[in-house]
């Protein structure tokens, strides 16, 4: 988890709302909007209450003028300081499948602070093979590629079926963080972060609400 200025860990859902504001006030300022945001402007496009906003962004240290909002460079700022998107961390895509392919070639992470150095995999007939301007490694060249280029991350992009194998060698290798695409649980180490990324739990969402919005046309 990020930390906030007192150095508390930051909730999952609290990051998750930071990313949102960060994501409105940067196109406000990249389409000439204004050097300044209010609360009332960010919970009215997140369909959330103002008083979490200037919450949220008092635990970082934002803090804004009344009547006139928040300086957007600064929350800009401080947002990138506290997810750490100024510090270059290095990370390898372990699967060079579609997903991982459409990943490797991907060119927005770099905003975020990530590197991609490297993409593996275990199949022999994408071994050698390029992509996105890598060439595919196999998987027993990580632990050197983790000693040598200082990886922070494995992005895992694996079936289902080599996910927990997978991960257990990446950590073995070094890896202190994990974001698992693969559609299953894996379990690490207490000291190991684990991201879990399920289409299923979008879809979920998407589903329900599509239920409900048919449910009320229905009773119009």
């Known amino acids: 988890m990020a930390k906030n200025v007192l150095g508390h860990d930051l909730k999952h859902t609290v990051l998750e709302r930071l990313m949102h504001y960060y994501h409105f006030v940067g196109e406000q300022l990249e389409n000439g909007q204004g050097a300044t945001v209010t609360s009332t402007q960010i919970a009215e496009l997140l369909h959330m209450d103002a008083t979490l906003v200037r919450k ?3 635990a970082i240290g934002v803090r804004g003028i009344p009547r006139v909002g928040f300086n957007a460079r600064e929350v800009l700022g401080t947002i990138r300081e506290i997810l750490g998107f100024e510090e270059v961390s290095r990370g390898v895509i372990l699967g060079a499948g579609r997903l991982g392919g459409a990943m490797a070639s991907y060119h927005g992470f770099a905003r975020y602070g990530l590197k991609i150095c490297a993409l593996f995999d275990c199949e022999p007939t994408k071994i050698g093979s390029g992509w996105a301007g890598y060439v595919v490694q196999p998987l027993e060249n990580l632990p050197q590629v983790v000693r040598e280029e200082q990886i922070d991350l494995a992005i895992l992009t694996v079936p289902a079926e080599a996910a927990q194998s997978v991960a257990t060698f ?7 963080v994990l974001w698992n695409f693969a559609n299953t649980n894996i379990h690490v ?19 329900y609400r599509l239920k409900r919005h048919r449910r009320s046309t229905h009773h119009a």
Do not use: N, Q, T
């Not at 990446?170 to 202190?176: L, M, P, Q, R």
């Open 170 to 176: 990446a950590i073995d290798a070094g890896v202190k």
């Open 189 to 207: 180490p207490e000291e190991v972060f684990v991201r879990h990324e399920h289409i299923s739990v979008g879809l979920a969402e998407l589903s």
């Open 56 to 58: 949220d962004l008092a």
